[in-house]
Nanobody, 125 residues
Framework: QVQLVESGGGSVQAGGSLRLSCASS????????MGWFRQAPGKEREGVAR???????????YYNDSLKGRFTISQDHARNTLFLQMDSLEPEDSAVYYC???????????????WGKGTLVTISS
C-alpha cells in the first residue's frame, strides 16, 4: 500500500523558512517522479516543484516559475524521503502542502498518481 506522509508544516512569520518532508513507502518500482503541490483556501491546487527520483537515473527538477528561487526540492534516496525547502516565505504562501508521486518520470507533466494528506503552512505578516 502506497503511503506518502508529509511533515514539517507550521506557522512562521513572513521572511522565515520552513522545510517540509515527505516519507514514502510502498511505492511501485515504476514510480520515478515525486513532487509538491499546494492549495490555498478558495483556490485551485497548484504545482510547486517536482523531480525525477534518483532511481530513474536522472534527478531533474522542475519548478513553478513563480516560485523558483525561493523553494528548493530535494530527495534522500536512502531514506525514501522528499524535501521542500521554503525560504523568504510570504503570507501568500499559506496553504496546505501535498506530497505526490507519479508512475513514470516527471518529464513535461504535473499529473500524479498518489497523494499524501497534506501539511498546513501558515505565514503571518
Amino acid at each position: 500500500q502506497v503511503q506518502l506522509v508529509e511533515s514539517g508544516g507550521g506557522s512562521v512569520q513572513a521572511g522565515g523558512s520552513l522545510r517540509l518532508s515527505c516519507a514514502s513507502s510502498g511505492l511501485a518500482s515504476g514510480v520515478f517522479c515525486m513532487g509538491w503541490f499546494r492549495q490555498a483556501p478558495g483556490k485551485e491546487r497548484e504545482g510547486v516543484a517536482r523531480m525525477n527520483l534518483q532511481a530513474s537515473g536522472d534527478s531533474t527538477t522542475y519548478y513553478n516559475d513563480s516560485l523558483k528561487g525561493r523553494f528548493t526540492i530535494s530527495q534522500d534516496h536512502a531514506r525514501n524521503t522528499l524535501f521542500l525547502q521554503m525560504d523568504s516565505l510570504e503570507p501568500e504562501d499559506s496553504a496546505v502542502y501535498y506530497c505526490a508521486a507519479r508512475i513514470g518520470t516527471c518529464f513535461t507533466t504535473w499529473v500524479m498518481d498518489y497523494w499524501g494528506k497534506g501539511t498546513l503552512v501558515t505565514i503571518s505578516s
